[in-house]
Nanobody, 125 residues
Framework: QVQLVESGGGLVQAGGSLRLSCTISGRTFSVYYMGWFRQAPGKEREFVASISWISGSRYYSDSAKGRFAISRDNAKDTLYLQMNSLKPEDTAVYYC??????????????????WGQGTQVTVSS
């Protein structure tokens, strides 16, 4: 099991940028893939991006492609999500999550076993 703690959320105007961080502790050697998800009020939890912890390969949702960038720093056991050109529809609680197997392209939140507590991102118009 790993413990995940997100930070970096906040209020930003449309067109602005934010960088989310997720620090990882515990059995970090067991992590294969990390992902970012988001959940807006009244909506399902939605896949944003994933990354292979070993190779660094990345995969994005259509809504994130070209605007968001997922990255990791293995030495610091930290996952990042750089979000640019933010839109009001990006407003949500953002969660980081960890998986021990599977593949990079799985977008179901049910495939991820460990979750952070979430960080609120609010984009004003």
């Amino acid at each position: 099991q790993v413990q995940l703690v997100e930070s970096g959320g906040g209020l930003v105007q449309a067109g602005g940028s934010l960088r989310l961080s997720c620090t990882i502790s515990g059995r970090t050697f067991s992590v294969y893939y990390m992902g970012w998800f988001r959940q807006a009020p009244g909506k399902e939890r939605e896949f944003v991006a994933s990354i292979s912890w070993i190779s660094g390969s990345r995969y994005y949702s259509d809504s994130a492609k070209g605007r968001f960038a997922i990255s990791r720093d293995n030495a610091k056991d930290t996952l990042y999500l750089q979000m640019n050109s933010l839109k009001p529809e990006d407003t949500a609680v953002y969660y980081c999550a960890a998986r021990r197997g599977g593949n990079l392209y799985t977008t179901s939140h049910e495939a991820y076993g460990d979750w952070g507590q979430g960080t609120q991102v609010t984009v004003s118009s």
